[in-house]
């Protein structure tokens, strides 16, 4: 049966990478205005201190590694108070060499090496919604060996450059999110995978999305009564049972859409409809458009 986790990162479809190295010396601080995209930066070397909007500050050691899938704003700085410079990382160029924080001069406090990259999917914005707004790892090895593999083939123009890219970043997101799984995750698809009970309804869920699931044999492949199930994977998905279902369902349908070469009756099997109409109400509620015209627009 299908990880649930990465599927989750195939239909995000990671792509366009940017990397650069990044370092501070002395009194400095930055503020960045929310971005959206997906960020990550590993720690070379030396410390700093990161507050991201709506989490606790947190000080960035050597070997440590941070991932924000949809980055808010944020303040990174040093641990002497500076009133911090703005940047707004969609109004200015990317820049091409290492970017300096702090005293021009001399050896820096810190090194890291951060970038960000891009999730090509339309449903983008539900599926990250099922990971934790900021993922911080201690002594990441793997993460931080992973981020300079992606720092030097962003930075080459070597023959399957983007093919590579991609899976590099995709392996960095996996390693990244099963780092945090367990209790202390916020709720979530990663929470819900770390409950042994949830995660064989969750499982059922993406590896069978054409079978007519309810709540009560969601339950039963959990081994738990229909109220004790539905209380705990909601309070651990952050999302009703049905509601995550029927979520799942309408990602995987745009997935096949986006193809294009599968007729609708066929995609509506696929997702657990008996006919293309009843499909097509369901997926015009949820997506605000039928699934027609949909195709139409994402293929052109």
């Known amino acids: 049966m299908r990880d649930p986790l990465s599927q989750v990162i195939e239909l995000l479809r990671p792509r366009a990478v940017f990397s650069k190295g990044i370092s501070g010396a002395g009194r400095w601080g930055v503020r960045y205005s929310a ?35 949809a980055t808010p704003a944020f303040t990174m700085s040093s641990f ?46 539900l599926l990250v919604s099922l990971l ?6 201690r002594g990441a090895s793997r993460l931080s060996l992973l981020v300079r593999l992606v720092g030097e083939e962003a930075s080459a ?13 995709e ?31 969750l499982r059922g869920m993406h590896g069978d999305p054409e079978r007519a699931w309810t709540v009560a044999e969601l339950a039963g492949e959990a081994g738990m009564s229909r109220s004790a199930f539905f209380d705990r994977f909601t309070r651990t998905v952050g999302l009703r049972p049905m509601e995550y279902l029927l979520a799942w369902r309408m990602a995987v349908a745009k997935d096949l859409l986006r193809s294009g070469g599968i007729a609708q009756d066929e995609v509506a099997r696929r997702v657990g409809y008996g006919s293309a109409s009843t499909f097509s109400t369901a997926f015009s509620r949820h997506v605000g458009q039928p ?10």
């Not at 290492?98 to 891009?118: A, C, K, M, N, T």
């Not at 960095?172 to 309804?201: C, F, H, I, N, Y």
């Not at 699934?291 to 052109?300: D, F, H, L, N, T």
Request: hydrophobic share 45%.
């Open 80 to 125: 002497e108070m500076v009133a911090p410079r703005h940047i707004d990382p969609k109004a200015v160029p990317a820049p091409t060499e290492e970017v300096r924080h702090g005293r021009p001069d001399g050896p820096p406090d810190v090194r890291l090496l951060g970038g960000y990259f891009i999730f090509d999917s339309p449903d983008a914005a």
């Open 132 to 137: 934790p707004a900021m993922v911080h790892v």
């Open 35 to 69: 971005f959206g995209q997906p960020g990550f930066c590993a720690v070379i070397e030396g410390r700093c201190r990161l507050a991201v909007d709506g989490e606790e500050p947190v000080s960035l050691e050597e070997g440590d590694f941070v991932l924000l899938p």
């Open 171 to 201: 392996v960095l997101l996996v390693e990244a999110l099963r780092a945090t799984q367990g209790e202390k995750a916020p709720p979530g698809l990663l929470r819900g995978l770390s409950d042994m009970r949830v995660a064989v309804a």
């Open 157 to 169: 123009q070597n023959v399957g450059r983007d093919l590579v890219l991609g899976r590099l970043v």
């Open 291 to 300: 699934p027609g015209r949909y195709a139409r627009a994402v293929i052109g």
